[in-house]
């Protein structure tokens, strides 16, 4: 295997961070050097409509996947919530790295927490998962979309616009944004999505030599979570379009793993959760343990909840 290979990421300053954090990782523990290909996609790109109404977070990656089959780049850095659960034919996830905090970020520039909120305050976000775990948290607030990167959201948040976000608290530490946040929700309280917090390495396929390299670099708790995880999202046809949420912990060698799931219309119907647990030793079992969980949600009515 070459000793040199490029990196597709996008160019916002948080993968970009996460980039270079890989592109360190590859120099010091594998004795790879790497460059970077700064893209911008077509979801940087769209910012006045919501992810769901023009093809969900898949258009977080298929420019880097495209310099990927081109050859114009050997491996892809994500944020593992944008990866689709099905990846393209010819692409694989070669790496998941630990995970930071996975939870949800509370920021807001007068208010210490969602309870403090005035009746009918105005937050930001554009995922559906957030907006109907807000809701059933705080029916009165009104949730209104708020697109781009990390910066453009905070500074939407310092014009005014809204009286507090909701991001996630990874990218927040990543950038040494941390003294922003108010406060964080608790798993209880808001559920993260797949994935969220960890970093996902994509390669081609074919490409044998760099994936049994990039193995050195798996996390095997945060894998097996997050294939927990992703399975759920897998087995109900989880996309932007889906307010689907699901986190996997540790507890004393096993794997508990919680889902929620709200309607995709209606935002304010109740939630439906799930929680299931098991002894993971491996990605197949992970897997089963998700589909356990969809399974249990489907128990509870999921199936008049997603999308006809």
């Known amino acids: 295997m070459t000793t040199s290979i490029t990196i597709a990421t996008r160019e916002s300053r948080l993968a970009l961070w996460q980039a270079e954090h890989v592109q360190a990782r590859l120099a010091g523990e594998l004795g790879i050097t790497a460059a970077l290909l700064g893209m911008t996609t077509r979801g940087d790109q769209i910012l006045d409509r919501t992810l769901s109404k023009i093809g969900g977070k898949g258009l977080f990656v298929k420019e880097l996947e495209t310099a990927l089959a081109e050859g114009r ?10 990866v689709p659960m099905e990846l393209p034919e010819g692409f694989v996830l070669a790496a998941v790295l630990e995970r930071e ?42 949730v209104e979309p708020l697109r781009g990167n990390l910066d453009t959201r905070l500074r939407k948040l310092d014009e005014g616009g809204y ?36 970093l996902g390495l994509e390669i081609r396929a074919d490409d044998a030599a760099l994936h049994a390299a990039l193995a050195q670099l798996v996390h095997q708790p945060t894998l097996l979570a997050c294939e927990a995880e992703r399975a759920v999202s897998r087995a109900l046809g989880g996309s932007c379009s889906l307010p ?3 986190h996997a912990r540790w507890q004393g060698g096993r794997l508990h793993l919680d889902a929620a799931l709200g309607h995709a219309e ?13 002894e993971v030793a491996e990605v197949d079992a992970a897997r089963a343990l998700g589909q356990q969980a969809a399974a249990r949600l489907r128990e509870l009515g999921a199936g008049s909840y997603l999308p006809g």
Do not use: W
């Not at 807000?134 to 009104?142: A, V």
């Not at 927040?172 to 797949?194: I, N, S, T």
């Open 163 to 198: 009286h507090a976000i909701v991001l996630a608290a990874a990218g927040l530490k990543r950038l040494g944004l941390a003294h922003r946040v108010r406060g964080y929700f608790e798993v209880d309280q808001m559920l993260p999505c797949a994935g969220q917090g960890a």
């Open 101 to 142: 905090d996975p939870r949800d970020a509370f920021v807001s520039n007068d208010y210490a927490t969602l309870a403090e909120l005035p009746q009918g305050a105005v937050v930001g976000s554009s995922s559906l998962r957030r907006v109907t775990q807000l809701l059933s948290l705080r029916p009165d607030l009104r």
């Open 244 to 246: 689907l949420a699901a």
């Open 266 to 278: 209606a935002h304010t119907s109740p939630l439906l959760r799930a929680g299931v647990a098991a």
């Open 73 to 82: 780049a050997q491996l892809a850095v994500h944020s593992l919530k944008d």
